[in-house]
């Protein structure tokens, strides 16, 4: 059995929440904030393949942390999964978009989802040829 596109995540878990809390001074909720603002408004092709490149370079270490137990663990509580990214609703629309799968209706933009990895890197590879494609013919002098 294959595994599903995206999974719908719910709020953290109390003991995510303090970890955060205790990794960042207690400022977790402040960058909370933040981080839940920007993920509501839609990158541009740059900026999405930016943050597609950070939440895979996460899951990859997700992955290596897996090999041994105190990583298993580490990751149970920290909520990293090495084959699901952590995306917002708009980033997940923007993404699927990409690789030519049409979001269902029920996703809203401020949703937390989990986008499989194959996936993301796919769009990943198709935004980076997107990138390139749009900078050299802008450094031609041709808009695009």
Do not use: C
Not at 9 to 19: F, M, N, R, Y
Not at 63 to 88: E, L, M
Not at 100 to 126: N, W
């Amino acid at each position: 059995m294959s595994k599903p596109v995206f999974k719908i995540v719910g709020d953290p878990s109390p003991t995510q929440i303090g970890a955060v809390n205790a990794a960042s001074a207690g400022l977790g909720s402040i960058l909370s904030a933040g981080s839940k603002a920007a993920d509501i408004f839609p990158h541009d092709e740059a900026g999405l393949l930016s943050n597609l490149h950070f939440r895979l370079y996460e899951a990859e270490a997700a992955g290596k942390r897996a090999r041994w137990f105190g990583g298993r663990i580490y990751n149970r509580f920290s909520g990293a999964d090495p084959d699901y990214i952590p995306v917002s609703g708009t980033h997940l629309t923007q993404t699927l978009r990409i690789v030519g799968i049409e979001a269902p209706d029920f996703v809203t933009a401020a949703g937390k989802y989990m986008l499989r990895y194959d996936l993301a890197d796919q769009a990943r590879s198709l935004l980076r040829e997107r990138v390139a494609s749009a900078e050299a013919d802008t450094a031609k002098g041709t808009d695009v």
